[in-house]
């Protein structure tokens, strides 16, 4: 054999055990937690340890939709995540109008600034979003204040145990936190204009308006599209942060989505089996809508965003 | 001629005007949304605790003391969780942002034994997860619940970080690599002499990115740990919203000289909440400005690649 191609070969297998480690923690993080998935069909109660008596086939897929209580939850909880993700779709565009804006202002300190603060409740927690609410919207806080003192209620509300208007204030929070950042994006892709039109338009005598409408949201529209795609990708997880720490008795029927309604079922009620079933499911269609998406931007866009 | 361009001109800046003075409008507000109740709640942190319990504090701060940031020291477990905080991020992101470099140029070395499947082996878990709850099964299983590395070992290979690195170390000339290694440096040589050096601004990147997220990282102390000696900063912050009434209590008793100290000082549930909301926003609101241009590298970066 050829010394040198040996060699090469050699350095390539040592090369790999030096990212063993790496691809190791990959394995046991990303890939074995899928045989967890087995627990779905056994009827699994910790701290017993799982025997081969109670496998129990696909019984806890079946009361999900055989179980009339387990079914009205579902339907609430599928309804809670189809709002969530369904305003979020739907008001995607919010981050591209807000670039557009913020690059017509000529005044570049207060455009930095702008940009500055507004991308900072993004770095923080939602536990501390939680916190930020609780401490200006509760009985004593500074907004109840104000009411109370300007005359127009007498006794505080209590915004935060309000059953009422449960998606529309999470959506509020939601974008409080993400706008500014989500904006990034576009701002980034609005720099790539070249110049030139924009002068080429002025010299046509287009308006301020005209030039964002034939120039710009055109260039940005493609940047805008995979974002999109990818949010229809992810419209089953919506994550549980927020709705776990926004979630109190009162609120609870409308805040409740699949990722939280996962969670308080396994943690709260002990039914890993169960949860695990309805975990399983979602990564399944999870997958499908990815694909999906991915499909519809192939054949819009003629290229994949994965 | 010149007539018609000034025509032109007059006829834009009408419409511009109302344009931009509706956007520098809009934009103060938001501005002002994201940053006033940092702002608010800090200002209440150091105004007399009577006040701030009402809620009339709401734009300087009246009676200014600084006792409530003595007292949070005392507050049970605030200074363990403190420190549990800083140790996930500081050891989190030091082995995250190792990895992420190592493994980033791993993947951009031809002779890696099957590197082409390796890299998509780390990628693809991008794209799918097995749920919470398996996962959680699994970490019990490995016994990392109630132990400090199940906060670290989990994160330590992250795929869009590693796509970021290896983008970068793919824009640097190969012929930097083949001159050490004809030289004779090995693999190890190559990333510790050559590479490192000049991939210090993606990591700086990946620091920033990876920092913030063990600081704000809540749910796996939601999910993992029962030990109250491993409860994070934010987690215990959450626990604090909901009975700091109780706590401001056991601080008060607790404090030597409860009988001298004067009723501005003394701890209310609303003080206490406040000023655990700053000692936990604090680092973030203090780096973000500062290390904002590496975050906004990090997302244009990501956005060009994914």
Redesign the interface.
């Known amino acids: 054999m050829n010394p040198f191609r040996n060699k090469?070969?050699l350095?390539?297998?040592?090369?790999?055990l030096?990212?063993l480690p790496?691809?190791a923690?990959?394995a046991?993080?990303?890939?074995?937690?899928?045989?967890?998935?087995i627990?779905a069909f056994f009827d699994y109660r910790p701290p017993q340890p799982m025997t081969m008596d109670n496998f129990v086939g696909l019984k806890w897929f079946k009361s999900l939709v055989q179980n009339q209580v387990k079914v009205n939850q579902i339907l609430v909880v599928i309804r809670n995540t189809f709002a969530m993700s369904g305003i979020t779709i739907a008001t995607s565009w919010l981050p591209m109008i807000f670039a557009i804006?913020?690059n017509?202002?000529?005044f570049m300190p207060?455009r930095k600034?702008?940009q500055?603060?507004?991308?900072?409740?993004n770095?923080?927690?939602?536990?501390?979003v939680?916190?930020?609410a609780?401490?200006?919207f509760n009985s004593?806080?500074?907004v109840?204040?104000?009411l109370i003192s300007m005359g127009l209620i007498t006794k505080p509300i209590l915004f935060l145990q309000a059953s009422d208007h449960v998606w529309l204030t999470q959506w509020l929070w939601l974008t409080?936190k993400n706008?500014?950042?989500a904006a990034?994006?576009y701002i980034?892709?609005i720099t790539g204009i070249d110049e030139e039109l924009y002068e080429a338009a002025k010299v046509d005598?287009a308006?301020?308006?005209q030039r964002i409408r034939f120039i710009t949201i055109p260039s940005i529209l493609p940047?805008y599209f995979v974002l999109l795609m990818l949010a229809i990708a992810s419209f089953l997880s919506n994550g549980?942060?927020q709705y776990?720490?926004f979630q109190n008795a009162f609120n609870k029927n409308s805040i409740q989505v699949l990722?939280l309604y996962?969670?308080n079922l396994?943690?709260g009620s002990g039914s890993?089996s169960v949860?695990?079933a309805?975990?399983?499911l979602?990564?399944v269609i999870?997958?499908v809508l990815?694909c999906v998406a991915n499909g519809i931007s192939k054949l819009v866009r003629g290229e994949s965003?994965? | 001629m010149k007539i018609r361009i000034k025509k032109i001109h007059q006829k834009q800046s009408a419409g511009d005007i109302m344009i931009s003075v509706t956007t520098y409008v809009l934009y103060a507000i938001f501005a002002f949304v994201c940053i006033y109740p940092f702002y608010y709640i800090f200002i209440n942190t150091i105004s007399s605790n009577v006040l701030s319990a009402k809620g009339t504090i709401l734009f300087l701060p009246k009676e200014i003391h600084f006792k409530n940031y003595v007292d949070a020291m005392r507050i049970p477990g605030l200074l363990n969780a403190a420190m549990i905080s800083v140790g996930r991020t500081v050891i989190g992101t030091f082995l995250t942002v190792i990895a992420t470099a190592f493994m980033g140029f791993m993947f951009t070395r031809d002779s890696l034994w099957h590197r082409k499947f390796w890299y998509r082996f780390v990628i693809i878990t991008m794209y799918f997860n097995a749920g919470i709850i398996p996962w959680f099964l699994t970490m019990r299983n490995l016994h990392l619940t109630n132990n400090f590395w199940g906060y670290i070992l989990p994160v330590i290979v992250s795929p869009f970080y590693i796509i970021l690195a290896k983008t970068f170390v793919e824009s640097i000339p190969k012929e930097l690599q083949q001159a050490a290694e004809i030289d004779g440096a090995g693999t190890m040589k190559v990333f510790f002499r050559v590479i490192m050096p000049v991939i210090k601004p993606i990591m700086a990147t990946v620091a920033i990115f990876s920092a913030v997220a063990q600081w704000n990282a809540f749910q796996d102390t939601l999910l993992l740990m029962t030990d109250d000696k491993l409860y994070s900063l934010q987690f215990i912050l959450y626990q604090y919203i909901n009975q700091a009434s109780s706590l401001s209590s056991l601080v008060n008793s607790s404090s030597t000289s409860a009988v001298a100290q004067s009723i501005a000082t003394v701890q209310t549930a609303t003080s206490i909440r406040m000023t655990v909301t700053i000692l936990v926003v604090g680092p973030i609101l203090l780096i973000y400005p500062i290390f904002q241009r590496y975050f906004v590298k990090g997302i244009m970066i990501g956005a060009v690649k994914g």
Do not use: C, Q
């Open positions: 090469r070969k350095r390539g297998y040592k090369e790999f030096y990212i790496f691809i923690l990959v046991v993080f990303a890939y074995y937690p899928l045989y967890g998935w627990y804006f913020l017509e202002i000529r207060f600034f702008v500055t603060i507004t991308t900072i409740p770095f923080i927690s939602w536990v501390l939680y916190s930020v609780f401490n200006i004593t806080g500074m109840n204040h104000l409080w706008l500014g950042w990034i994006m980034a892709a005598g308006t301020r308006m940047t549980m942060e776990y720490v990722d996962v969670f396994a943690m890993y949860s695990t309805l975990s399983m979602k990564s999870s997958i990815l965003f994965l």
